[in-house]
């Protein structure tokens, strides 16, 4: 299984961005999909979350300007983020929670991060 994360870069405060992950390869089923950050000197974090029904849950300093969204259809799971702060630089992963097969066992697939740059 192959998670490819695209849509980091560079944008001034106030701004948006969005970013997607995609999921390939030899998976049955996709539970939770989520967004973890990491910044320089920081442990990463938790951002955003979405269960397979569309159940939602972010951090705290996210809330209001973040939203998570998934294609169910298309392994694909999304991250808007408007109104963007220079705390938010970070490195961005997103997660997969995923079995390969119907009786297998559930376990996490990461993908590669995407940079988010915030200027002042």
């Known amino acids: 299984v192959q998670l490819q994360a695209s849509g980091g870069g560079s944008v001034q405060a106030g701004g948006s961005l969005r970013l997607s992950c995609t999921a390939s390869?030899?998976?049955?089923?996709?539970?939770?999909m989520g967004w973890y950050r990491q910044a320089p000197g920081k442990q990463r974090e938790l951002v955003a979350v979405i269960g397979r029904g569309g159940l939602t849950d972010y951090t705290d300093s996210v809330k209001g300007r973040f939203t998570v969204s998934r294609d169910n259809a298309k392994n694909t799971v999304f991250l808007q983020m408007n109104s963007l702060k220079p705390e938010d630089t970070a490195v961005y992963y997103c997660?997969?929670?995923?079995?390969?097969?119907?009786?297998?066992?559930?376990?996490?697939?990461w993908g590669q991060g995407t940079q988010v740059t915030v200027s002042s």
């Open positions: 390869g030899d998976i049955f089923r996709i539970n939770d």
């Open positions: 997660k997969i929670q995923g079995r390969r097969t119907m009786l297998g066992n559930s376990r996490d697939y």
